[in-house]
């Protein structure tokens, strides 16, 4: 059984997700108008640099410290001291607007859904936009290689420690 703190944010969600199908549908419409018609297909290429693109964005704005200013303009923000060390708290506001926001920018499936609406749209609509698209995959690969790195790495050390530590019984 999964407990969780009681919020009083079904309101904000629904008001969200009525907002995204809007967004989403007025997209769809305006990209039908500007092309002519339905999008039919993609080349593989082009699907897999705007995934890529995706990955970057939600990367950048559920993580990166770059883009932590704007996550906490939704968040309750506040600096003590302890122990002669500033600490800053973040939390979402209790309730309202600004929580559901806060809630939305620490939510990759959130935000990987808005972002592969931007992509798309701007894909679609604004020729220019391929290489600002081209330029985010590059990094989203880029992101994804340093990942895989780092998880290879840490997997290296570990089974090095676990070997020591079995030697040491030994």
Same mark, same amino acid.
Request: proline share 4%.
């Given at each position: 059984?999964?407990?969780?703190?009681?919020?009083?944010?079904?309101?904000?969600?629904?008001?969200?997700?009525?907002?995204?199908?809007?967004?989403?549908?007025?997209?769809?419409?305006?990209?039908?108008?500007?092309?002519?018609?339905?999008?039919?297909?993609? !080349?593989?290429?082009?699907?897999?640099?705007?995934?890529? #693109?995706?990955?970057?964005?939600?990367?950048?704005?559920?993580?990166? *410290?770059? @883009?932590?200013?704007?996550?906490?303009?939704? @968040? /309750?923000?506040?600096?003590?001291? *302890? /122990?002669?060390?500033?600490?800053?708290?973040?939390? !979402?506001?209790?309730?309202?607007?600004?929580?559901?926001?806060?809630?939305?920018?620490?939510?990759?499936?959130?935000?990987?859904?808005?972002?592969?609406?931007?992509?798309?749209?701007?894909?679609?609509?604004?020729?220019?936009?391929?290489?600002?698209?081209?330029?985010? @995959?590059? #990094?989203?690969?880029?992101?994804?290689?340093?990942?895989?790195?780092?998880?290879?790495?840490?997997?290296? =050390?570990?089974?090095?420690?676990? @070997?020591?530590?079995? =030697?040491?019984?030994?």
């Amino acid at each position: 059984m999964h407990h969780r703190p009681k919020e009083d944010q079904n309101f904000w969600n629904f008001i969200f997700s009525v907002f995204f199908v809007i967004v989403l549908a007025a997209a769809v419409w305006e990209m039908r108008e500007l092309r002519g018609g339905f999008l039919v297909s993609v !080349p593989p290429f082009d699907a897999f640099m705007m995934a890529f #693109a995706t990955f970057r964005i939600t990367r950048l704005v559920v993580y990166d *410290k770059i @883009a932590r200013w704007f996550r906490e303009l939704f @968040a /309750d923000r506040r600096e003590y001291e *302890k /122990d002669g060390v500033v600490w800053v708290e973040v939390r !979402p506001y209790g309730s309202g607007f600004r929580h559901t926001i806060h809630d939305l920018l620490l939510c990759p499936w959130c935000i990987g859904i808005w972002a592969a609406l931007a992509v798309m749209f701007f894909y679609f609509v604004f020729p220019w936009a391929w290489s600002v698209l081209f330029f985010l @995959a590059l #990094a989203g690969a880029g992101s994804l290689l340093q990942v895989t790195g780092n998880a290879i790495g840490w997997k290296a =050390e570990n089974l090095k420690l676990d @070997a020591r530590t079995k =030697e040491e019984q030994i």
